[in-house]
């Protein structure tokens, strides 16, 4: 039987197993290999020192151009014992998942290593495939890969990969392993979107032991039961990669549940969904049949979900579907109500009221479910006017905030229209750029130096929107929900960036001079 490795890379989140890991490894085994899946994300964290930790966390982020020597052998040294171990195992082939931009570095170190110790043929897969190549120290020694326009791409011309996937992974790297190089996705052929979702194996956790990770209060694991979203918002990139919504049957969600309390010993299930309650249909059936489920075997009582959700109309659902939520074990909703101002959200495709929203929190505190809301500040349509519904919106309901109702609020600086988008041709927004924003960024990275000229836009029909404003908007929202008492996420490092560069913007003009710790801000969108 051949043998595949799976190789999971920095930089990530420690609290729960990657779900690539798990999703394309149960896939490899279907296709008759062996596979053993190595976190090197966790291997790392738990054989380095806290500072060393962070130092890397940095140079993964841009934030450093080298590494100090002692930090730097101390990476080279774990690299060697992780590699050890692969190397007995033996593979004939060896993937590597990138998850986003920020695994763009590890994952280079990692295959850089690979190729001088290993014989066998690479894979690389993951959304940080995607990202521009331009913040990897050493493109500029790899003059054939200088036009590269992908990290993937790079990989490839520079021989670090032999293949790599874009798009839904588990269907290629079946044909792959199958034999067929050309397969859809597969190093530059158009991926085609997996519809039957169901047809897919069932995540698998060997090697990557929930219990293992540095959960918040218990161990769990991630599920998927749609892609793609029914909404198509303007600001979203989601009908992008996905442009079909599909969703599993509530049959197939329950049983990978079940199996996944029994096998692994874990309550809680966190959906990677866009939003778990697309398909009303299906989810009404997966609420009632794990209602049942817990009637019949008590083992399952402590059950418990979280997830993405969208703020439905008062036709779409009954307090009836709340119960039954609460019953399953919906335990946090993570909700995109984007906009207190109807103006706004009528812009962005948003079709729920505030009456909506009303009725969502009410059930909310009846029934105990927490809420993530999640709000955008200065979208490119938004007045003056509709910045004040979202300070109506911290006062309206901040008795919820205050009964934990409202778990947290995150403010989504909407400072990233480096393309137009969805937005060309909109009768309300014209998008144009400060020409000389480019030049205020020479001497940052090449890798923050793209990011930074999202940035520089105005939207000439609402001009007061200014870089400024939106900044002076998104402060006093926060010092708002301080004053009223809202739990907040991620602001500390985010508003000293804000006040950075607000310090150094002249009147009415883009102009900004600190953005040291740039791509931080893109973890606040």
């Not at 293949?163 to 079946?174: L, M």
């Not at 909506?356 to 809301?373: E, M, P, T």
């Not at 402060?475 to 996420?489: A, R, Y």
Request: one cysteine or more; aromatic letters at 12%.
């Amino acid at each position: 039987m051949k043998r595949f490795a799976f190789i999971n890379v920095p930089s990530q989140e420690l609290e729960r197993p990657p779900a690539a890991a798990a999703a394309i490894s149960a896939c490899v085994r279907s296709a008759g290999w062996e596979c053993n899946v190595y976190d090197f994300n966790l291997f790392l964290h738990s054989n380095v020192t806290t500072d060393v930790w962070i130092e890397l966390e940095q140079y993964w982020r841009c934030k450093k151009y080298t590494l100090e020597p002692d930090t730097q052998k101390i990476l080279d040294n774990t690299i060697d014992q992780f590699l050890t171990t692969i190397a007995e195992f033996n593979p004939d082939m060896i993937g590597i998942s990138v998850f986003t931009r920020f695994s763009v570095i590890p994952a280079n170190v990692m295959l850089t290593n690979i190729r001088s110790r290993f014989d066998c043929k690479t894979v690389m897969g993951g959304l940080g495939g995607y990202a521009w190549p331009g913040s990897l120290p050493n493109l500029t020694e790899h003059p054939l890969a200088l036009d590269a326009t992908t990290f993937a791409d790079y990989a490839l011309k520079t021989g670090l990969v032999d293949y790599y996937i874009q798009g839904e992974g588990e269907q290629a790297i079946i044909e792959l392993l199958n034999g067929n190089e050309n397969s859809s996705g597969v190093n530059g052929n158009p991926a085609v979107q997996i519809r039957k979702l169901d047809k897919l194996p069932h995540p698998e956790y060997e090697g990557i032991d929930p219990s293992n990770y540095y959960y918040t209060s218990e161990p769990g694991i991630y599920i998927t039961a749609s892609r793609g979203c029914v909404r198509n918002c303007k600001f979203c990139s989601i009908s992008d990669m996905w442009p079909k919504y599909t969703s599993r049957s509530a049959d197939d969600i329950v049983r990978e549940i079940i199996n996944g309390k029994k096998k692994y010993n874990v309550n809680l299930f966190h959906f990677t969904d866009s939003l778990i309650n697309g398909n009303m249909k299906m989810w009404r059936e997966v609420n009632r049949q794990l209602v049942e489920a817990k009637k019949q075997d008590s083992s399952l009582e402590p059950i418990k979900y979280l997830g993405q959700f969208i703020c439905r109309t008062r036709f779409d659902q009954t307090e009836k579907d709340w119960e039954l939520m609460a019953k399953a074990g919906c335990n946090m909703l993570v909700t995109g109500f984007e906009s207190y101002s109807p103006h706004v959200r009528k812009h962005m495709g948003k079709n729920h009221t505030n009456a909506d929203i009303d009725f969502h929190f009410a059930q909310s505190a009846y029934y105990g479910i927490k809420n993530v809301c999640l709000m955008f500040v200065g979208y490119p349509v938004e007045t003056l006017e509709d910045h004040n519904y979202n300070i109506e919106f911290l006062h309206r309901y901040q008795k919820y905030a205050r009964a934990g109702v409202i778990h947290m609020v995150r403010w989504g600086y909407t400072g990233m229209f480096r393309e137009e988008g969805k937005l060309a041709g909109d009768s309300k927004v014209k998008l144009i750029t400060d020409p000389d924003f480019a030049k205020r960024f020479h001497n940052l990275p090449q890798g923050l130096r793209d990011i930074a000229l999202g940035f520089g836009w105005v939207n000439e029909l609402n001009p007061t929107l200014t870089l400024k404003e939106r900044i002076r908007r998104r402060l006093e929202l926060h010092e708002v929900s301080v004053k009223l008492g809202w739990p907040q996420t991620r602001n500390r490092e985010e508003l000293q960036i804000l006040y950075n560069i607000l310090q150094n913007l002249d009147k009415n003009v883009i102009n900004t001079q600190d953005f040291e710790n740039l791509e931080t801000l893109l973890d606040f969108h």
